[in-house]
């Protein structure tokens, strides 16, 4: 079965400064890829998606993600943090190909300094 | 509505109590899936319908847990006899059908067992 690992449960970067959040996925290329984020007591948000050819994928609020085969990665960045983006961010993946549950990883919780 | 829709938003239980959670899923959203997500991790799978069909339920912890969909719309998710580790943030996802589309949350409903 597919799975991702998110490596920092918590990050925290200045106001305006490069956020970069890691997500690695198994072995196999998976067909989709996910981020979500996650604001207090919500549920979970789509950012953006991966879907087989694609390398740099843009999503909402200024996030973008670079798929990776060569490094099994699928990490998320914004250029400019804003205090806004103070939040719980989630990678996922289908569980198995054909499949659509999601496995996700743990999380990485963002804060962000004034 | 706009969006998929959870209630109650917060339950609070005696161990022993039966729970029953709802979900009402975007209009026309074909699949529909249950996860359970502890505090600090993420959601993990617990059920998948589509339309009233029951194809996943690999991830209830126990024949406590029992979910279904009889008109292919909105979702119940019942616990019986509730034990202290069922508490947790039970969330709702509905999207249109298989493959690519991705999944869109409810906020969730936060269940807390005495």
């Given amino acids: ?114 | 509505g706009a969006g998929v829709s959870q209630s109650p938003r917060y339950k609070v239980a005696k161990r022993g109590q039966d729970v029953a959670l709802r979900c009402d899923p975007i209009s026309g959203h074909v699949s529909l899936f249950w996860y359970q997500q502890a505090l600090g991790q993420g959601p993990e799978f617990l059920t998948y319908f589509q339309n009233e069909a029951q194809l996943d339920k690999s991830g209830l912890p126990s024949d406590r847990f029992f979910a279904e969909r009889p008109e292919g719309s909105v979702s119940t998710l019942k616990i019986q006899r509730t034990q202290q580790e069922d508490s947790a943030v039970y969330l709702c996802a509905s999207s249109l059908n298989r493959g690519n589309q991705p999944q869109h949350f409810g906020d969730g409903t936060r269940l807390s067992i005495l």
């Fill in chain 1, 1 to 114: 079965a597919q799975s991702v690992t998110q490596l920092g449960s918590h990050v925290s970067v200045s106001e305006g400064a490069l956020v970069l959040l890691r997500c690695n996925y198994s072995s196999s290329v998976p067909p989709y890829l996910f981020w979500y984020v996650q604001y207090p007591n919500q549920g979970l948000q789509l950012l953006l998606k991966y879907t087989t050819g694609a390398t740099l994928v843009k999503g909402i609020n200024g996030f973008e993600a670079e798929f990776k085969k060569s490094e099994t990665s699928f990490h998320l960045t914004k250029p400019s943090a804003h205090m806004s983006d103070a939040a719980e961010y989630f990678c996922a993946v289908p569980s198995n190909f054909g499949n659509e549950k999601l496995t996700f990883g743990t999380g990485t919780r963002l804060t962000i300094i004034p």
